[in-house]
C-alpha cells in the first residue's frame, strides 16, 4: 500500500474556490480503481492550509491518478490559487499487527 500526504495553502482569497475543488477531486479520486481511502483536511492551526490523506493499493494504482486528466487540472488550478508551492510525499506502507 502506499500512503500520499498533500498540503496546499491558498491565498485567503481563494481558499473558497481551493475548498470546492479538493472536495471535488477528492469524491471523484475515491471511484477510481485501487483508491482505498481519499480524504481533505483544514490544518486548524492555519485554516487556509489543507491536508490531503490518500491510501492507494500499489503504484500503478497511483500512478494512473496522477494520469487521469481531472487530477491534472485539479492541481493546476489549485496550485494557481496557492500561496505556496503544494507539497506532496508518498510513503510505502504495510500493516502493523501489534
Same mark, same amino acid.
Given at each position: 500500500?502506499l500512503i500520499?500526504i498533500?498540503s496546499?495553502? @491558498?491565498?485567503? *482569497? =481563494?481558499l473558497p /474556490?481551493?475548498?470546492e475543488? &479538493?472536495l +471535488?477531486h477528492?469524491n /471523484? &479520486? /475515491?471511484? *477510481?480503481?485501487?483508491?482505498?481511502? #481519499?480524504?481533505? #483536511?483544514?490544518?486548524? *492551526?492555519? +485554516?487556509?492550509?489543507?491536508v490531503f490523506?490518500? =491510501?492507494?493499493a500499489d @503504484?500503478?494504482?497511483?500512478?494512473? =491518478?496522477?494520469?487521469?486528466?481531472a487530477?491534472?487540472a485539479f492541481?493546476?488550478? @489549485?496550485?494557481?490559487l496557492? +500561496?505556496?508551492?503544494?507539497s506532496?510525499?508518498?510513503? *510505502?506502507a504495510?500493516?502493523? &499487527?501489534?
Amino acid at each position: 500500500m502506499l500512503i500520499v500526504i498533500g498540503s496546499i495553502k @491558498a491565498q485567503r *482569497e =481563494h481558499l473558497p /474556490r481551493v475548498l470546492e475543488l &479538493s472536495l +471535488e477531486h477528492v469524491n /471523484r &479520486s /475515491r471511484l *477510481e480503481p485501487g483508491c482505498l481511502f #481519499h480524504s481533505v #483536511h483544514r490544518d486548524v *492551526e492555519d +485554516e487556509n492550509r489543507l491536508v490531503f490523506l490518500e =491510501h492507494w493499493a500499489d @503504484a500503478d494504482a497511483l500512478r494512473a =491518478h496522477f494520469a487521469v486528466p481531472a487530477s491534472i487540472a485539479f492541481v493546476q488550478e @489549485a496550485a494557481s490559487l496557492a +500561496e505556496e508551492a503544494p507539497s506532496l510525499q508518498i510513503y *510505502e506502507a504495510q500493516p502493523a &499487527s501489534i
